[in-house]
Every structure is written in structure tokens, then in C-alpha cells.
């Protein structure tokens, strides 16, 4: 307690109440007025206490009015109590801080825990859902990898239906062609009966005498061979954007330019019907390691418009093609019995291969097609790629003995077909080591009609018993 106001004869603070403490006089509360604003001390720290209370005063009294009705006026220090409010303010902030940051790290522990339970596990299957349905097909293809499943028991639950929807999937497309089961997909619709009319290319493929390596063979051991055949071939069919139409037997039936478009179809199936016999050599090899017998195929190709589609009933269906020009490949496929050969060509096909880059050459002509009216064609057989090495000129030659030969025989002047065609054989087998079976075979032939020449409305086309 002390006179913080008393500048002439300051006095030190007591601590205690003093009775006998004087108090001096003030002329007037303008004095004390001035006082107060000259003192040493912050106006927030001093507090004014008067008796009466201000508040009862009148608000229109004059300053002597004022003078004899206040009766007494004190100021107070109060800053030591502004300075502990001020500290328990600050306390009080850094508890609330305190707490407030003690949420955040409990909140962002738990929002870590959602991320992982259920953000992650729901993100990576809205990618495997969106790959699958941009037709992204790696997300389906996890036969050989562990699937983990992480998440709440519901994420967990629907990661586990979503698994067994991509098994289905992946089942569905061993029964369908990939690229069908791709646009059901992608066009979110069900499968509808629909067929359209399509100029494609169709290969048909058989393996040779298979009824007898069958029967030589235990079940499983066939089951073995003829699982690593249709595996192999049927990769090379999709490595050149053609499909599986269906497997009857040991046999294969693929398509190409359907359903997804190919102008080049008809390359693109003798560029897969020449890479299978080379990955038949493959095979075989594998197949030797294995105590297995070596297989070789014949196959057909032939290039026309039939319907394809969804064909069946509501609840069962299957895409295919139907037509006149459907049955041609396996027919050109049959034919290569005859003439030794492992692959023959229709002519709609051969007419739309880059000549510069194939060498082929006419087989036959035929009656390809079952009509009243019947049409001789060609039939061709594509002898690979032309390469560049010194084999050309000698696979060409041989082509060449072997198409002059033929065309006599086509002309009826079978007495030099003869001479020609062995001529063709045996430098085929003295030049390039190979025995050529379609010339063996038409020399025979031209054998047999130089001794009984055929009618003079005869065309070209064998019509005696097959030797």
C-alpha cells in the first residue's frame, strides 16, 4: 500500500495495512485527473475506484457538482494481476494447444489406419475394375500370384467376390474368344443372338494320322501332347489377331478380321499358318524329350464373306461362322492328304498376299465349291517367305519346273506333263534334299490320262480314283 500518485514526498509501498498511514488531500478530481496521466505507470495497469460509484453519478453534473459529491477516489495498481491472469491465459492456450495437437496425431494415426483399411484396398480394386473394364487384361492375369486382402471385413469381403469374379472372367474367356469377351465387356451388354455378313480369313488345322499316335498312347499321355499342341498353336493364332473359333477334336478353327477388323486378314493367317510349322518343330523336339511322338499338321486357308456371330439360342450360344465359304478350309485342309503338302491356299486368299514377299505356287485346280454350276479353281501352296539367301534362285526354280509342268498337264499334253513333272521331283529331291509328293503325285496322273485321255470337255480336273 502506498501513494503511487505522491511525486513530491514518495514513500515506499507497505505490504500490510497501516492504521496510521496518512492519506493527503487533493484540491480536485481534475488534479487527480492529471495525476493519473502523469504517472509513471501504463494506464492498463491502474484502475479507478471512486465512492459514490460513477455509474450513480449525473451524467449533466459540472466539475464542481462532481467535487462535493465524490467523496473519496483511490487507484490501484492492478498489474501484478493482469500480469497472473495474463500467465494462466498463456497456460490455459498451451493446454488447449497441447490437446488440439495431441488430436491431430490421434487423428492422422486414424485416418492412416482408414488409408490403409479402406482407401488403398478400395483404390486398388476401382484400378483392377477400370483396367478390366478398358479391357486392360493384366489385372485378370494373377494366376501365379499371391492375392493379399487387406481392409476392413467388408473391403475384405468384396475384394474376395471381386477375385472370384476375375476367376470367372478368365474361365469364361477359355470357352470365348478374347476378343468377343472383350467387347461384351467393354460395351457393358449382354450376349444377344446376332450374326453379320463378313469377308474374313479362316485357317482350319488337323494333325496328321492322330487316331493312330492316340491309340498307341495312354489317355493322360494324349492329354499331354494334345494340351501342349492347342497351347502353342493357339498363341501364335493370337499373336497375329486371330481367334480360336473352337477346337473339334485334334482339329483347330480360327478366324481372322473378326470380330476385331483386320484389312490385312488374310496375311495375318499366312503369317500364323507358316510360324505354327515352324513352332511345330519346336514342339516335336519337346515332344522327343518327353517320350512323346512327333505330330505334323495340314492346313487349309481360305479367305470369303459368311456370317459371324452369337449364334445359338437365349441360353446357350457360341460365336462362330456359317456359309458356303466356311466349309472351304477344312475342305483345302483335307486336300493336302493328296498332295503331300502341309498347307494349301484358295485363290481369295493368295490375291490378296504381297507376291514380293511369299512364294507360292499353284498345286491344282479343283472344284473348291459344292454348286450346281461348277467353277474350276486354283489351289496354292505358300512355300514360306522369299528370302535373300542362295536357297532363292533354287526354290524358285523348282516352282517354276514345277508350274510349267502343270500348265501342260492343264493343256492335255500329258506325254510332256509326264517327262516334266519327274523331271520337277527329281531335282527337287537332288537340289533341295526334299521330295516333292504333289509332282509324284501329278505325274502319276499324267501317266494314267496319257494312256486314257480324259473327254475333250475335260478341264483340268482329275476325275479318276485317287492314287
Known amino acids: 500500500m502506498c501513494d503511487i500518485l505522491d511525486q513530491e514526498e514518495p514513500r515506499p509501498c507497505l505490504t500490510e495495512v497501516d492504521p496510521s498511514w496518512y492519506w493527503p488531500d487533493r484540491s480536485s478530481l481534475e488534479h487527480i485527473n492529471w495525476l493519473v496521466k502523469n ?9 479507478l475506484l471512486q465512492l459514490p460509484d460513477g455509474d450513480r453519478l449525473s451524467e449533466e453534473a459540472s466539475p464542481e457538482e462532481l467535487n462535493e459529491e465524490v467523496r473519496a477516489v483511490a487507484v490501484l495498481d492492478i498489474r501484478s494481476f493482469k500480469q497472473q491472469v495474463a500467465l494462466e491465459s498463456f497456460m490455459t492456450t498451451c493446454f488447449v494447444l497441447c490437446i488440439i495437437l495431441g488430436g491431430i496425431v490421434a487423428l492422422t494415426k486414424d485416418l492412416g489406419g482408414f488409408s490403409k483399411n479402406l482407401l488403398k484396398p478400395i483404390r486398388s480394386l476401382a484400378d ?223 490375291r490378296k498376299l504381297p507376291h514380293d514377299v511369299y512364294l507360292t505356287r499353284v498345286v491344282d485346280y479343283i472344284y473348291l465349291r459344292k454348286d450346281a454350276d461348277l467353277k474350276v479353281e486354283p489351289v496354292y501352296q505358300v512355300l514360306g517367305k522369299i528370302s535373300k539367301d542362295g536357297g532363292k534362285q533354287r526354290m524358285e526354280d523348282m516352282v517354276s519346273r514345277y508350274e510349267t509342268a502343270l500348265q501342260s498337264y492343264k493343256n492335255k499334253n500329258f506325254e510332256l506333263a509326264v517327262k516334266q513333272f519327274e523331271k520337277a521331283s527329281k531335282k527337287t529331291k537332288s537340289e533341295l534334299g526334299l521330295e516333292d509328293k504333289a509332282a509324284t503325285l501329278m505325274h502319276s496322273r499324267a501317266l494314267a490320262y496319257s494312256k486314257n485321255p480324259p473327254p475333250p470337255t475335260w478341264d483340268g480336273v482329275w476325275d479318276g480314283p485317287e492314287s
Open 39 to 47: 504517472a509513471a505507470y501504463r494506464m492498463e495497469d491502474m484502475i
Open 128 to 350: 483392377e475394375m477400370q483396367s478390366i473394364a478398358t479391357m486392360q487384361l493384366a489385372a485378370l492375369n494373377q494366376d501365379d500370384q499371391k492375392i493379399v486382402l487387406t481392409g476392413v471385413a467388408e473391403v475384405r469381403l468384396i475384394q474376395n467376390i471381386f477375385e472370384k469374379t476375375k476367376t470367372a472372367i478368365r474361365s469364361w474367356g477359355k470357352y470365348v474368344p478374347w476378343p468377343v469377351v472383350q467387347q461384351l465387356l467393354a460395351a457393358g451388354i449382354d450376349a444377344e443372338q446376332g450374326v453379320s455378313e463378313k469377308e474374313v480369313t479362316m485357317f482350319f488345322s488337323d494333325i496328321a494320322s492322330f487316331t493312330t499316335i492316340v491309340e498307341k498312347l495312354p489317355p493322360e499321355r494324349s492329354l499331354i501332347l494334345l494340351s501342349r499342341y492347342f497351347n502353342d498353336m493357339s498363341s501364335v493364332i493370337d499373336s497375329q489377331q486371330g481367334i480360336v473359333i473352337e477346337f473339334i477334336g485334334d482339329a483347330i478353327l480360327s478366324v481372322f478380321g473378326a470380330p476385331s477388323k483386320n484389312k490385312d486378314h488374310a496375311e495375318a493367317a499366312i503369317r500364323a499358318t507358316l510360324k505354327m510349322l515352324k513352332a511345330l518343330d519346336r514342339m516335336n523336339s519337346w515332344s522327343v524329350a518327353h517320350g512323346l511322338p512327333k505330330v505334323s499338321i495340314r492346313c487349309g486357308v481360305h479367305t470369303g464373306e459368311v456370317l459371324v456371330g452369337n449364334m445359338g439360342f437365349h441360353s446357350r450360344m457360341k460365336y462362330g461362322i456359317v456359309g458356303e465359304n466356311a466349309n472351304i478350309p477344312a475342305r483345302l485342309e483335307e486336300l493336302n492328304k493328296n498332295y503331300g503338302t502341309n498347307n494349301l491356299v484358295s485363290k481369295a486368299t493368295y
